[in-house]
C-alpha cells in the first residue's frame, strides 16, 4: 500500500465519495431508498474483500411523527374531556375523563422514549426494514470486540430544523409539551378542586402546546425526507473508509463489527434488532456510534443523553475516549432532556459499554445541518472527515494494543 493511501486525508476523500452516492436520494426509515443504500453498503464491503457481511431484516416503524400525532392527540383528548364535559356531566366525572386521557399518554410516551414495546404500536406504519453487520477478524485469535455503529436512514425534514434559531425554539416548547402531558393531571385537578383561574389559564397554555405538537405531528410526514449527507451519510462513509483501511492493516486482538442499522430515525428498531440477535455475543463488546461527523471543527463525545430516562456513559469509557481524542480537543456534550437521543440511549439502557461521536461547530452545540433538506454533500468538510477519520483510527489501535 502506498504511504499517499495511507494518509488519513484519503480515507476523508473516500467518505466523501461515498456520501455523494448515498445523499443522491433521501433515505426514509423503512422505505426502499434506505433499503438501496444498505445494498449499496454490502457491495461495498464485499468489493473490499470483507467476506463475513449480512443483511439483517427485521420490522420498523415508518414514522416517529404519527407517534407523536398519537400522543398529543390523546392530551388533546384530555383537555376537552375537561372543557367541554363539565357542563353536561359534572366537574368529577370530566376530570376523571381527563386524567384518564393524560395518563394514557403519558404511558405511552413513557415507554416509547424508554425503548419499550409499547400498546397501539401496530396501529402505527411498520414496514420492512434491515441492518447490515460485517465482521473484520484480527490477524491473531481474537480476544476482544469492538463494535461501530452508523444509521442509514435519513428523518423527514421537518419545518422546526429549517434553521438554528428554530432548533433552539423547538428544543425548549418540546419539553414543555411532552412534560406538560403529566403536567396536567394535577393542573386540572387543582383546577377543577380549588377553582383558581391561575390554574385554568396553565391548563390552556398546555392545550396550546399540545395542539401545536399534534399539528407537527400528522403533517411532518407530508413533507420531504432530508437528503441526510452529513445526518448520517458522513458516519456510514467514514466505517465503509475504515473498513477499507483495514483490509490492509488488521487488528491484532480484536474482532470489529461494523453495524450499519436501519430505522435509527424512527426509534432504533434497528440497534435492537442488532441486540436481540446476538445479545450472548456482544454483551462485553465496547460500542462506538457515529453520529453526524462530516461538519464542525468541534470534535465531541456525547456524554449524558435520552428523551425523559437519561443514561450517562461509564466512567471508564469516558476516560478512555478522552485520553485518545484530548489531541484534536475532543470535548463532552449533553443532549436536551427531549428532542434528541442517539442509539448508545438504548445500549446504555441495556447496560453496554458505548459512546457516540459527533461534529458540530465550536460555537454552537446544535449539529449541523440536522434534518434539513440543505444536508447535502456538498456541506460536509474534508477537514472534519479527516479529523474523525484519525481518532477512530486512534480508538482502533488504542482498544486492540491495550491487550498487547
Avoid at 98 to 113: D, E, K, P, Q, T
Avoid at 202 to 227: C, E, K, M, N
Avoid at 359 to 365: G, I, K, L, T, V
Wanted: aromatic fraction near 10%; include cysteine; hydrophobic fraction near 45%.
Amino acid at each position: 500500500m502506498s504511504t499517499d493511501i495511507a494518509e488519513p486525508a484519503y480515507y476523508a476523500r473516500r467518505t466523501l465519495e461515498h456520501v455523494r452516492v448515498l445523499a443522491r436520494s433521501p433515505r426514509g426509515s423503512a422505505t426502499p431508498a434506505e433499503k438501496q443504500a444498505a445494498e449499496y453498503v454490502e457491495a461495498q464491503l464485499k468489493s473490499m474483500g470483507v467476506s463475513d457481511v449480512q443483511q439483517q431484516s427485521f420490522s420498523g416503524e415508518r414514522s416517529m411523527w404519527l407517534f407523536i400525532s398519537l400522543v398529543l392527540g390523546l392530551a388533546l383528548v384530555g383537555h376537552a374531556a375537561y372543557w367541554l364535559l363539565r357542563t353536561p356531566m359534572g366537574s368529577l366525572p370530566a376530570v376523571i375523563v381527563a386524567v384518564a386521557a393524560f395518563a394514557m399518554s403519558g404511558y405511552l410516551i413513557w415507554r416509547r422514549f424508554s425503548f419499550e414495546n409499547y400498546p397501539l404500536r401496530n396501529l402505527l406504519p411498520l414496514a420492512p426494514s434491515q441492518n447490515v453487520n460485517a465482521r473484520l477478524p484480527p490477524r491473531a485469535e481474537p480476544r476482544q470486540r469492538l463494535v461501530l455503529v452508523a444509521h442509514l436512514d435519513s428523518h423527514r425534514a421537518v419545518f422546526w430544523f429549517a434553521t438554528d434559531l428554530l432548533v433552539r425554539i423547538f428544543t425548549p416548547l418540546s419539553t414543555a409539551t411532552i412534560f406538560g402531558v403529566y403536567l396536567a393531571i394535577p393542573v386540572y385537578l387543582l383546577a377543577a378542586l380549588t377553582h383558581w383561574q391561575a390554574f385554568t389559564w396553565l391548563g390552556i397554555i398546555l392545550a396550546i402546546l399540545h395542539f401545536l405538537g399534534w399539528f407537527t405531528g400528522v403533517t411532518a410526514d407530508l413533507g420531504r425526507y432530508s437528503p441526510g449527507a452529513n445526518d448520517n451519510a458522513s458516519s456510514v462513509g467514514t466505517l465503509l473508509a475504515l473498513a477499507e483501511r483495514l483490509i490492509g492493516q488488521p487488528l491484532e486482538n480484536t474482532e470489529l463489527w461494523l453495524a450499519f442499522t436501519g430505522c435509527e430515525e424512527t426509534g432504533g428498531d434497528g440497534i435492537q434488532a442488532l441486540l436481540r440477535e446476538n445479545q450472548a455475543l456482544l454483551k462485553d463488546s465496547l460500542f462506538i456510534n457515529f453520529e453526524m461527523v462530516g461538519i464542525g471543527e468541534q470534535l465531541s463525545y456525547i456524554r449524558t443523553e435520552g428523551n425523559l430516562r437519561r443514561y450517562s456513559i461509564p466512567q471508564d469509557v469516558e476516560d478512555f475516549v478522552k485520553e485518545i481524542g484530548q489531541p484534536n480537543g475532543l470535548q463532552a456534550l449533553d443532549t436536551p432532556f427531549v428532542g434528541a437521543s442517539t442509539e448508545c440511549s438504548i445500549l446504555l439502557k441495556h447496560g453496554y459499554k458505548a459512546v457516540c461521536l459527533t461534529a458540530h461547530h465550536p460555537d454552537s452545540p446544535i449539529l449541523p445541518e440536522w434534518h434539513r433538506l440543505t444536508d447535502t454533500p456538498d456541506r460536509l468538510q474534508v477537514n472534519a472527515l479527516d479529523k474523525i477519520q484519525s481518532v477512530a483510527w486512534d480508538i482502533l489501535q488504542r482498544f486492540d494494543q491495550r491487550l498487547a
